[in-house]
């Protein structure tokens, strides 16, 4: 068993920041890569950027320069910083992890991010 637990959604104003983490608990051998995805309402799921045991990080073309994803492997835990925060940022971002070996994904719950002013 895998449980993801996101923080840090809320609401800010166009141009603000908001940080998200994700602590990841439960079986974690073998979860070598976690992520960040969103999805607002009438849309589908998408990914927002993913972070490898060895820190490589890839980014949606939509979130480059702005956001930034880490993680603290001692505390198992996962960030996604954002910066210069949009309207269309406004979705609800789940954290993800994949089991290398048994080709399995966990997800979140969910977190609520709105931007308004």
């Known amino acids: 068993q895998v449980q993801l637990v996101e923080s840090g959604g809320g609401l800010v104003q166009p141009g603000g920041s908001l940080r998200l983490s994700c602590v990841v608990s439960g079986s974690i051998f073998g979860i070598h890569d976690l992520g960040w995805y969103r999805q607002a309402p009438g849309k589908q799921r998408e990914l927002v950027g993913g972070?490898?045991?060895?820190?490589?990080?890839n980014y949606a073309d939509f979130v480059k320069g702005r956001f930034t994803i880490s993680r603290d492997n001692a505390k198992n835990m996962v960030y996604l910083q954002m910066n210069s925060l949009k309207p269309e940022d406004t979705a609800v971002y789940y954290c993800h992890a994949r089991n290398i070996y048994r080709n399995t994904e966990y997800w979140g719950q969910g977190t609520q991010v709105t931007v308004s002013s």
């Open positions: 972070i490898t045991s060895i820190l490589t990080t």
